[in-house]
């Protein structure tokens, strides 16, 4: 595994120059890119600096909107083809989304059967670029509290759909957030592997905050709190011989003020804190 930088993720709002730059400067081996990044600067522009800085495409998201109507569907599956082709070129060969954990009008069984064959038609495309899709489910109990149809939200209902959509190269985004705020254990950790691993999120929740009404989008940096077991969740990744990314998702206020160069040193800091936590 290796640390890679998604300054989206801290809050930090810099042109992919700059990004590149500060990934550089604190020993990132990787960053998150975009079709936007692309668009502005060009496919050779993006690999010349990636190169230039010794910087793997770490990650991507998906241009598809599969949680909403077949038109909106649709579209974005109009665009996959170009999008896979150019991240096949930039070397990004894993591509990540979330999960709503609910929906408005369908019930868990018309959901999952529309996720499948709609996650399916991704990975099939995605898969003549030899490019991996990674989900990632959302956790929290206060996300799903009062909704009529609570959908996916833990390891167990993500194992489902990906046995039932049966791709290769379909897997995790795994969150220590959404790991620790879904009630999973280290024991449901050891249900994964390197092969259904994509994608790797870490981060702490807030201290004298129950589990069950953690709030998403109120965390902390990685190893800040101690409330998450980061141990257990590095020493799982390091178990499964994960080969991936990781990348520090803290939505931190206090990391939002810094100074972006800031920002990103304390990001790298936390990542380094947490690395060899879980050794045998």
Not at 47 to 55: A, I, K, T, V
Not at 73 to 95: H, N, V, W, Y
Not at 110 to 129: G, M, S, V
Not at 237 to 263: N, Q
């Amino acid at each position: 595994m290796y640390r890679a930088l998604s300054t989206g993720a801290i809050g930090v709002q810099v042109p992919f120059e700059e990004a590149v730059r500060l990934a550089a400067l604190n020993s990132f081996e990787g960053i998150r890119v975009s079709m936007a990044d692309v668009q502005k600067l060009g496919v050779h522009q993006v690999r010349r600096l990636l190169q230039d800085n010794r910087l793997v495409a770490a990650v991507s998201g998906t241009p598809v909107n599969f949680q909403r109507d077949d038109a909106t569907f649709d579209e974005g599956m109009g665009r996959l083809p170009s999008f896979a082709q150019t991240m096949a070129d930039l070397g990004c060969t894993r591509i990540i989304a979330w999960i709503l954990p609910w929906h408005e009008t369908l019930s868990y069984e018309d959901q999952f059967e529309r996720l499948r064959a709609r996650t399916a038609r991704i990975c099939e495309e995605l898969a003549r670029h030899d490019l991996r899709y990674g989900l990632e489910f959302i956790g929290p109990e206060t996300m799903r509290s009062g909704k009529l149809h609570p959908f996916i939200h833990d390891i167990d209902g993500l194992l489902e759909l990906i046995e039932a959509v049966g791709a290769d190269n379909l897997g995790f985004l795994l969150d220590s957030w959404h790991w620790y705020t879904s009630g999973g254990t280290p024991e449901d950790l050891e249900k994964l592997s390197d092969a259904l691993v994509v994608a790797v999120h870490v981060n702490d929740a807030p201290r004298g905050v129950r589990c069950e009404d953690q709030i998403d989008q109120v965390r902390a940096m990685p190893g800040e709190t101690g409330v998450v077991d980061i141990a257990a969740f590095m020493g799982a990744l390091r178990g499964m011989d994960y080969s991936g990314p990781v990348v520090a998702e803290p939505f931190s206020d206090w990391v939002r003020a810094l100074p972006p160069e800031e920002a990103v040193a304390a990001t790298a800091r936390s990542l380094t804190r947490i690395w060899s936590l879980g050794d045998e």
